[in-house]
């Protein structure tokens, strides 16, 4: 842990931060601001995170750290007096001693992009008295009212995803590969599944249902808490990869099950057991046809349901399954040419039998009220939303809630009620926003992020009314940052984000920096100024940074979004280009002669797409953690965009970056970490061997020790610093207009 044991006034920050631009490409850069960036999580530590009201909606529990702590305690603030009380902390479970992580714990924070210590989650009983968490491989449960703390007696070994029972009288978690059960009464454990292993896994989310599926559980409870679903993964015949640290080869390399396109993936089924012990009951659909096994609900209204998809991604069907005997009735499809996108806010069953579902096969999304066997009833939300979420659903009344946008920028939450045409809107500021209701439907949770402000939660009634704002201990940035937001180009256009320097003068012409994504389900350019901080700083050293959300990015529609299927090496970087010549054309104080491109993941396989293939328009970068070759990544991510290799050979070669390899004419720095286990270190290493064989001159930051996320805050501050550098020595400083560079 690294802490700044004498932290500077507010004044001091902002003084401290002025940029040097007058001073030359090859003055020092100040880096204090990066310094306090990276210690307070980009000014994000000490705001309250995971955010849960209790089922009467009287509470809100919220995780939060201290300011410049990267560790989660749990509070609970009250609906009726507003008030906020510390229920828990780590010191006070742990003693004093530090937390200890299993190396299955390190790579499940590592799917779900969580960094920080603490209590990363917590479950909540049924009636809100009890909360279950987890610390060092512990359970614990909480009693909200007295805050008494229990210990429970689990059996030694890896212990993940720990729930509670329905009715709360018993927790289930997964122990080393198989699902126990541990009576609340007797504080005593029993297996509920036996024979599991690390090759065959049971109730265990595989790796890439949590990476790409956004699947991180295994197992789903019966609501009566007499049966438990259960996926059972067998690996035999996936490649098992290791990760190994290169600076400590005392170290044993960890391996991992990691499945590539066209080759083997974990097979998966759902099988339904006692938790009083019996047999395993197996679901019986196609598998051959439907191999994945996308999601599963089992809700107190509805059915056991669950989502299956071909390997290919172009059709997943919604199953409707019998506990009893196994057999699933297919009540939808959803196809699409390209890929169906996956979801996780339905099926919403109400009291008559008929359920709520997302589906995309108009064109576009749309919220649909269907019957029991699955056949429309009506459209509840037409087509032409750019963004919509199912958020919450009241079975008894009909009355939902939805998240929607017309453009993907700006959403608001509504509620509607089927039958009834009104809509209120429950927000109304210009931003993103969520929300999370309570079990009764009476309180909700909202996080409202804008371009003016950091991210602020707030407590509402159901109606929208506020009650109050969960509060932050966090600081705050020293300055907004100075960006724009525009939509530029031809037909179409592309949204695109503009962040000028501090001290810009219109009669200065700035080297421009290209902040990329440029993927699938990510969108770049958005109202959250949490996102533009480091980027302002970056803007401060004397560049215009810029982003263009390219054909391919969501929030556009089915055809814009469908674009990129089986052209990566093509459509991203086409309208990158396009969208950059816009700006140019529009803002003079771009000078598109001394344009830098930086992005970490697909961000990053972008940034060396554009040096190496279209090195007129982009005269240098820096690529974070690039996907070098598509057939080294996952299986369920690249199928869904690029086909099986073995019949879409073009589309693989088109996106290798190994293709263009010996036409690198641009300076290029690769920066990757070298326990990463999602785009692995291989990767750049192939790109560099590929270079140096081409005779072509670049550099490499390994990160030693970092896997795809770079939470430490001297890494932080050292890799910024020397973005900047790579950046101002090959692209230059501002110049007067009209004067040469």
Not at 81 to 110: M, Q, S, V
Request: contains cysteine.
């Amino acid at each position: 842990m690294h802490t700044n044991l004498f932290p500077l006034s507010l004044a001091a920050v902002l003084l401290s931060t002025l940029p040097v631009l007058a001073a030359g490409k090859d003055t020092p850069l100040d880096t204090t601001y990066l310094r306090h960036f990276a210690e307070t999580r980009g000014f994000m530590l000490g705001r309250p995170v995971r955010p849960k009201p209790t089922p009467d909606g009287k509470a809100v529990l919220f995780l939060r750290s201290p300011a410049r702590v990267p560790k989660l305690s749990l509070y609970e603030f009250d609906v009726a007096t507003g008030k906020t009380r510390e229920l828990l902390t780590p010191e006070k479970l742990l003693k004093g001693a530090d937390e200890h992580l299993t190396p299955e714990e390190k790579a499940r924070r590592e799917r779900q992009r969580v960094s920080v210590g603490g209590f990363t989650d917590f479950q909540l009983s049924d009636d809100g008295a009890l909360i279950l968490v987890s610390m060092s491989g512990k359970l614990y449960v909480v009693e909200r009212a007295s805050g008494n703390v229990r210990a429970l007696n689990s059996g030694s070994g890896t212990i993940v995803d720990p729930k509670f029972a329905p009715g709360g009288k018993s927790v289930s978690y997964i122990r080393d590969h198989d699902l126990y059960v541990l009576d609340l009464a007797a504080n005593r454990e029993k297996a509920v599944t036996t024979g599991g292993s690390e090759r065959l896994t049971h109730g265990l989310a595989e790796f890439v249902a949590q990476e790409e599926m956004g699947r991180f559980t295994g197992y789903w409870w019966s609501p009566d808490a007499k049966l438990v679903a259960y996926e059972e993964a067998n690996a035999d015949g996936v490649e098992v990869w290791h990760v190994a640290d290169p600076i400590h080869p005392e170290r044993s390399p960890t391996p991992f099950f990691y499945p590539r396109p066209g080759k083997a993936n974990v097979k998966a089924r759902l099988g339904i057991t006692p938790v009083g012990g019996g047999e395993t009951v197996w679901v019986k659909w196609d598998s051959a046809k439907y191999p994945y096994l996308a999601a599963v609900r089992w809700d107190k209204r509805g059915p056991l349901t669950a989502v299956v998809q071909t390997r290919l991604q172009d059709e997943l069907a919604l199953l409707r399954i019998d506990p009893v005997t196994g057999q699933a009735t297919q009540l939808l499809t959803e196809k699409d040419p390209a890929w169906v996108n996956l979801r996780h806010d339905g099926p919403r069953w109400l009291a008559d039998g008929c359920f709520l579902w997302v589906g995309e096969h108009g064109g576009g999304l749309q919220l649909e009220h269907r019957d029991a066997s699955g056949a429309i009833k009506t459209e509840l939300v037409g087509p032409q939303a750019s963004h919509l979420d199912l958020i919450d659903v009241d079975p008894e009344t009909g009355q939902y809630v939805y998240r929607t946008s017309e453009d993907p920028i700006n959403d608001q939450i509504c509620r509607k009620k089927i039958g009834d045409g009104d809509v209120t809107h429950l927000t109304d500021a210009r931003g993103q926003h969520s929300a999370i209701f309570s079990e009764n439907h009476q309180v909700w949770v909202g996080s409202e992020t804008r371009d003016d402000a950091m991210p602020h939660t707030m407590v509402r009634k159901a109606d929208g009314t506020l009650i109050g704002e969960l509060p932050s201990v966090a600081e705050e940035p020293p300055y907004k940052p100075h960006a724009e937001i525009v939509k530029i180009g031809a037909g179409d256009g592309f949204y695109a984000s503009i962040v000028r320097p501090r001290d810009f003068s219109a009669a200065r012409r700035y080297p421009v920096i290209v902040y990329v994504y440029g993927g699938p389900g990510h969108q770049q350019v958005t109202a959250a100024m949490s996102s533009r901080l480091l980027i302002q700083w970056l803007a401060d050293q004397g560049f215009v940074v810029v982003s263009v959300d390219n054909r391919g990015t969501p929030g556009r529609g089915r055809d814009w979004e469908r674009a990129i299927s089986k052209r990566f090496g093509s459509v991203p970087l086409e309208g990158q280009v396009e969208g950059l010549k816009a700006l140019g054309a529009k803002y003079p104080e771009l000078d598109l002669n001394r344009v830098g491109i930086y992005g970490w993941s697909f961000g990053g396989y972008m940034a060396a797409l554009s040096v190496l293939r279209r090195p007129d328009v982009y005269k240098a970068a820096v690529a974070g953690a690039p996907v070098v070759d598509w057939l080294d990544y996952d299986t369920h991510y690249t199928e869904r965009y690029l086909g099986l290799p073995e019949t879409d050979a073009a589309a693989y070669k088109e996106g290798n970056l190994l293709t263009y390899a010996d036409g690198l004419s641009r300076p290029l720095l690769l920066v990757h970490g070298t326990a990463d286990d999602n785009v692995y270190f291989r990767h750049t290493l192939k790109l560099t061997d590929a270079l140096f064989r081409a005779g072509k001159d670049f550099e490499v930051l390994p990160l030693s020790g970092l896997t795809h996320m770079v939470p430490d805050p001297v890494v932080t501050q050292r890799l910024y610093a020397r973005i900047a550098g790579h950046f101002r020595k090959h692209l230059g400083t501002p110049t007067e207009a009209g004067a040469a560079k």
